[in-house]
C-alpha cells in the first residue's frame, strides 16, 4: 500500500527532475542575453509571484510545498491544466522573502509511454531558446541514468544553457523504467526549467 497520494507522487517526481537538472549541469558557462527574456506560461525569473498570484493563493499553496534545502520553496503555480502549454507548473522562492522573487519556474508535459514525441517537442524548445538568446551554445547530454533509480533503467536526456549571468535554463525528457512507472503512477515527461544565478548557486552548494 502506498503512503502517496496522486498529487504528492506527481511532486515529488517533479522534484526529482527539477533537482536532478541542475545537478547534472553545473558546469561551464556561455555568453546569453538576460534570463528575463524567457519566460514560462508568462512567468520570468525575477518576477514577484505577487504579480501572478494572490497573496491568499500563495499561502494556501504553501500548505504543500515542498523544501528545497533550508532556505527555498517548491509550489505548484498551477497542477492538471488543461487549457496552458505545460501539464504542471512549479515556482521556487524563498517564503521569508516578502517580494516573493521568483528564483525557479518548471514547466511540465507529460508522454506516458512516448519518449520519441517528448524528445521531438525538446528539439522544438531548443530551438525555441537558440531563437531568444543571442550566441548561445548548448551543452547536450543524452541516455543519462538517473540517480533516484539504483537500476539504471530510468534516463534522461538534457540541453542545457549557460548565461553569462550564472542563470540557467534547461530542457530535458525523463523517461522512467517500468517499474518506477507502475509503482508510483508516474509518467514519462518533458522538462523546461529556468533558474536564477543565486539559486543555481545556491543547489551547488548544497548537493556537492
Known amino acids: 500500500m502506498t503512503l502517496l497520494g496522486r498529487s504528492e ?19 561551464s558557462w556561455t555568453k546569453a542575453d538576460d534570463i528575463s527574456d524567457f519566460e514560462i506560461e508568462g512567468i520570468s525569473i525575477g518576477d514577484s509571484l505577487l504579480d501572478h498570484m494572490s497573496l491568499n493563493e500563495i499561502k494556501e499553496k504553501e500548505k504543500n510545498h515542498t523544501k528545497m534545502g533550508k532556505k527555498f520553496i517548491m509550489i505548484f503555480y498551477y497542477q492538471g491544466s488543461t487549457s496552458k502549454l505545460y501539464n504542471d507548473v512549479q515556482v521556487v522562492y524563498d517564503p521569508n522573502d516578502n517580494n516573493y522573487i521568483i528564483h525557479q519556474v518548471s514547466g511540465f508535459l507529460d508522454y506516458k509511454n512516448n519518449i520519441q514525441d517528448c524528445l521531438k517537442k525538446k528539439n522544438e ?26 537500476s539504471g533503467e530510468t ?11 550564472g542563470a540557467m535554463i534547461n530542457v530535458g525528457c525523463m523517461d522512467w523504467s517500468s517499474k518506477f512507472e507502475e509503482e508510483n503512477n508516474w509518467l514519462d515527461s518533458l522538462d523546461v526549467n529556468i533558474s536564477s544565478s543565486d539559486y543555481v548557486k545556491y543547489l551547488g552548494v548544497l548537493y556537492n
Open 125 to 150: 524548445i531548443k530551438k525555441e531558446i537558440s531563437g531568444v538568446f543571442n550566441n548561445l551554445d548548448t551543452k547536450d547530454k543524452k541516455n543519462l541514468s538517473h540517480p533516484y533509480d539504483k
Open 155 to 165: 534516463k534522461y536526456w538534457s540541453t542545457d544553457f549557460y548565461l553569462d549571468s
Open 9 to 27: 507522487k506527481v511532486s515529488v517526481m517533479r522534484v526529482l527532475i527539477a533537482v536532478l537538472v541542475l545537478i547534472f549541469s553545473l558546469q
